[in-house]
């Protein structure tokens, strides 16, 4: 089946933007898909319409995925640091749309982790990883890193390192700081950038 359309326009747009018009900052169609950017405090109801409004019925949440855009010089979609983009599909009309909200650092996004059950642990990597604060799931030890991990490494200030890899038949590495500066985590020997971690 065909996108949702409203005339020549697509109908989670015109739809949003009647019933919900403070919360839809803009939109782009691109290769065909459709990107709403929400304001982030209205993150919650604008999930919920394109829930359980019977003419669009976005039921399945696919995923959220968060970026850090706090390096890209081109034209972007929203001004903030971090983007936090939901991935959603319409097994009614075999639809996608993606919703992205911005935030900087200290801002909240209110959780939807009430609107899809699914949302729960993305969130939480997304906080893990880039430090993003979903209000309503906050966590109090880390989620994927280890609880003395130090920052959050998809940050683009993140130095790069690592750790040597053990293989098979007990040998080891090369390790990422062979050729890159150590990064700042403190789960392993050693500290910061100039030192030494892998005690080799």
């Given amino acids: 089946m065909a996108n949702p359309m409203t005339g020549t326009e697509r109908s989670e747009l015109s739809l949003l933007r009647d019933h919900h018009p403070k919360a839809l900052i803009g939109s782009k169609e691109y290769r065909g898909d459709l990107f709403l950017f929400v304001d982030r405090n209205a993150i919650v109801e604008v999930l919920t319409f394109l829930k359980d409004h019977p003419a669009l019925d976005y039921s399945y949440f696919s995923e959220c995925v968060g970026a850090d855009y706090s390096t890209w010089k081109h034209e972007r979609d ?21 919703v992205k909200v911005g935030a900087n650092d200290g801002d909240k996004i209110p959780t939807s982790k009430h609107v899809f059950l699914g949302a729960e642990y993305p969130e939480r990597e997304i906080n893990d990883l880039f430090g993003v604060v979903f209000e309503g799931n906050e966590q109090q030890d880390r989620f994927l890193l280890p609880d003395d991990w130090v920052g959050f490494p998809l940050r683009k200030e993140y130095p790069l390192g690592g750790e040597d890899v053990e293989f098979a038949q007990d040998t080891r590495g090369p390790a990422v700081e062979d050729i890159s500066m150590p990064h700042a985590g403190e789960s392993f020997d050693g500290k910061t950038g100039s030192e030494e971690v892998s005690g080799r």
């Fill in 78 to 98: 929203l001004p903030e640091r971090f983007e936090v983009v939901y991935n959603l599909m319409s097994l009614k009309h075999m639809s996608r749309v993606f």
